[in-house]
Every structure is written in C-alpha cells, then in structure tokens.
C-alpha cells in the first residue's frame, strides 16, 4: 500500500545527543514537510522540501537539520542546539508544488528527552 | 501571511449538524481553503477542500463566501467517532508553505 511511514514512532534520547526521525514515502511525491506538535497546540512547520536536493526552513527550524538526498526519503535530526525537543514530530508528503492538493502525513514520532 | 483564526473548541450532541467557522482575512487570490481531521497521537487527516462556493464530499461540506475571508466546515449528523481537532488551512501563494493553527477541538457528546 502507498503512504508515509515514519519511524520509529517512540524515541528516548538523553540531553546533548542528536537522534535522527526517519520519513520514507512510495506516493512519489515531490513535496515533504516536517512538522512540530507540542500538546494541546497546533502544527509548526519545521523544514520542506520542494523537490530533491533543496529544502527550506520553516518557521521552527533552529536546532533541527534535513536532507533530501532521494524523493522518497526525508530524514529530521534534531540535534543537541533544540532546547525543547521533546514532541510529537509529523512528517508529510504532497504531490506538487501547487498549494492546492491533500498533504499526506505519517503516523508521527513521539521524542521525549530525559 | 493568510493566518487562520479559528475556535478553540466546540461541543455537540450526537446526531447534530456542526458547523466550524474560519477567518482567513488575508486570503491571497490563489490560496485555497483545506480541512483536516486529526485524533490523538495521530498525523492530521484530510477532509475537504475549496476555492469558492460550496463543495461537498461523502463526509463534510465546505461554504465559501463571495469575499471569501472566511469558510464554513459542516458536519451532518456527527457521531461520537467524529472528536477529534479540526484545522482549517489556507496555503500561501507561491509558496509550499502551509500554515496550521490551534485547531477546533470538537467534542460530539452521547
């Protein structure tokens, strides 16, 4: 079945290590997002990525880096420089570059720092 | 920036129409207005879809007004399935950027 699958979907980490969230699509689309939910709160957009080999930061993007090396695969680090990083992580997928069209999310990663 | 401005939560009987109301005053000519659904611990779902007017699925309808500064998700007959937060999303022009809000917590009560 096509989708988005994200892992893994509970991840611990001690403070001052970088941990990497996996996000793999076979919609073949072009555009994938990163998402940041803390509870009770909405979506903030992390970083996107428009086609391979370039991405954009978003409105949270200090403390986190991406790449975007093949279509399919758009991996989140969050590194040691994120204050707060425990949260709910989404990743998501759209097919162009128009802004119209259903985003495609994953089932998300929960990260809780100790 | 067409932010979105939404209410923070709603409750409702089972079986009744629910209307969600959202103002995106600063709508850009090409944005469109898109729904989503989202349960606990899960990535948001999406409902509906539009530009202008009305438009209906097999689950929700979606009432654009003329000046289009504000959309209407309405729900038939919600059930207690249907809790959940609902955003309301307005893309930006020439950007692949969207922006979510705090959502509508609906609560559809037996």
């Known amino acids: 079945d096509g989708g988005i699958t994200q892992s893994p979907k509970y991840l611990f980490r001690k403070e001052g290590q970088n941990v990497t969230l996996s996000c793999e699509q076979n919609l073949n689309h072009d555009a994938m997002y990163w998402y940041r939910q803390d509870p009770g709160q909405g979506l903030r957009l992390i970083y996107y990525s428009q086609i391979v080999n370039d991405f954009q930061k978003g409105d949270i993007a200090e403390g986190y880096s991406v790449s975007r090396e093949k279509k399919e695969s758009f991996p989140l680090t969050v590194t040691s420089a994120q204050k707060n990083p425990t949260a709910f992580y989404l990743c998501?997928?759209?097919?162009?570059?128009?802004?119209?069209?259903?985003?495609?999310f994953g089932e998300g990663s929960r990260l809780t720092v100790l | 920036l067409a932010k979105t401005t939404q209410p923070i939560s709603m409750d409702s009987y089972e079986g009744q129409e629910v209307n969600i109301t959202c103002s995106h005053n600063n709508i850009a000519t090409n944005d469109y207005i898109t729904w989503y659904q989202q349960f606990p611990s899960q990535g948001p779902r999406f409902i509906i879809q539009g530009y202008k007017t009305k438009v209906t699925n097999e689950v929700a309808s979606l009432f654009i007004p003329a000046d289009r500064k504000s959309s209407t998700l309405s729900l038939p007959r919600v059930s207690l399935s249907d809790t959940a937060v609902y955003y309301c999303l307005v893309g930006l022009t020439g950007a692949n950027n969207l922006f979510f809000g705090t959502g509508t917590r609906l609560t559809v009560i037996p």
């Open positions: 998501a997928s759209r097919p162009g570059h128009q802004n119209t069209g259903e985003l495609f």
